[in-house]
């Protein structure tokens, strides 16, 4: 079984900068997609970014260009850098592994909250 854990969520004023981490536990296998999902309260879940091993990426247009995801194999840990926040990036950010291939399913972390004061 796998386990996330995500830190690094807070109180941020708008054009300020936050940097997410994910750190992923009990895998024996090197995940090939990882990724940030982000909801904000009344609306659907969203993708944030993605990365795969190979380090390949995929955002979402509107973060595009102001936040950056990155992910050390080794440690297994996922990382989303986040500049020049908007109050519209206020959400709780959700940091998710794809375990399917061995375990027939994704991960998911408890999700760790951002607010972003206008």
């Known amino acids: 079984q796998v386990r996330l854990v995500e830190s690094g969520g807070g109180l941020v004023q708008a054009g300020g900068s936050l940097r997410l981490s994910c750190a992923a536990s009990?895998?024996?296998?090197?995940?090939?997609?990882m990724g940030w999902y982000r909801q904000a309260p009344g609306k659907q879940r969203e993708l944030v970014a993605t990365?795969?091993?190979?380090?390949?990426?995929n955002y979402a247009g509107s973060v595009k260009g102001r936040f950056t995801i990155s992910r050390d194999n080794l440690e297994n840990t996922v990382y989303l850098q986040m500049n020049s926040l908007k109050p519209e990036d206020t959400a709780v950010y959700y940091c998710?592994?794809?375990?399917?291939?061995?375990?027939?399913?994704?991960?998911w972390g408890q999700g760790t909250q951002v607010t972003v004061s206008a």
């Open positions: 998710t592994l794809d375990g399917s291939r061995w375990y027939g399913r994704e991960f």
């Open positions: 009990g895998t024996i296998f090197l995940p090939n997609l």
């Open positions: 990365i795969t091993s190979a380090i390949r990426t």
